[in-house]
């Protein structure tokens, strides 16, 4: 029976390099689970694997978007489902930090409503006469629930939330967690480590992305992607494009990175932990111990289907 499993964790964990030695392991493909990954030439900032890892494990759905391009996930779990069904013999890996899309992979998509023009109208109307604050307690008190998971300041999807909320006079929570299409539970193992040693790992990966051309290669994208472009919104891009503008000085931009890819992954930590179903991998274990774990899990759950 072909494997279908999930490796998850915070950026900067050490995702990559163990995913390799389990994917040889395993006769297992890699597919990105990131949602930064996918864009063509942002490679350095996102971590994208490098070439001599693609060479020795075949990776999908890395560096192979345009950078002008939006990417759903509902467009994600498409890609995904259609490259499971072209080879059912094969075996994958997900790998990498997005909850979301995994979520949305094995639970199903929200079948959330297409919104009227007049509705859509009415509220950017709301947002633009009466500003952020407003539709925010506006969305609460529609839908309480939603305090605890939209931040105060994501317009985005407060805006959604109120869409929604008015267009069907239901909770937008509700109607989020009714879904459909999903592929089911599959193994998910979750590569923790002790809090104080990640940090210093991201703190170190940052100053290493940078050592290895990552300010040159903002200054290149800068040149041939519109700055409108999705792909700016990777972390850490636009602070690199103010360092080369002008605007800011190199170190104050480092620590910004650095301090904004730590809440990052705190934030990564909180949803594996509470949304997801995990076997948890601790690298306090050594590798060769890890790479069982997950075997006699797999085992485990291949003999129970």
Known sequence: ??????????????????????????????ISLDSRQIYKDFCIGTAQPSEEDRAL????????LSPELPFSVGKFSSLVRDLLSSDLQKNYILVGGTGLYLKALTEGLANIPEISTSVHTTCAALLKEHGLEFVRNKV????????????ARDCQRLLRALEVCTQTGRRFSEIRNER?????????????????????????????????????EVETLSKKVSLSAPAWQSLGYMEWLNYINGKAD??????????????????????????????????????????RIVEENLLKSNSNC
């Open 180 to 216: 459909c299409n999903g592929l089911g539970k599959i193994p998910v193992f979750w590569l923790v480590r002790e809090r104080t040693n990640l940090y210093e790992m991201i703190d170190s990966r940052v100053l290493r992305m940078v050592e290895n051309g990552w300010i040159d």
């Open 250 to 291: 190199k170190n104050s931009v480092l620590e910004l990175i650095r301090q904004g890819t730590r809440h990052y992954a705190k934030r990564q930590i909180t949803w594996f932990r509470h949304q997801n179903e995990c076997v948890e991998l601790n690298f306090d274990e050594k590798s060769d111990r890890m790479l």
């Open 1 to 30: 029976m072909p494997i279908l499993c999930a490796l998850v964790g915070a950026t900067g964990v050490g995702k990559t390099k163990f995913s390799l030695a389990l994917a040889e392991r395993l006769g297992a493909e890699i």
């Open 140 to 151: 609460f008190e529609m839908d309480p629930s939603l305090e605890g998971s939209i931040q």
């Open 57 to 64: 494990v075949p990776h999908h759905l890395v560096d192979f």
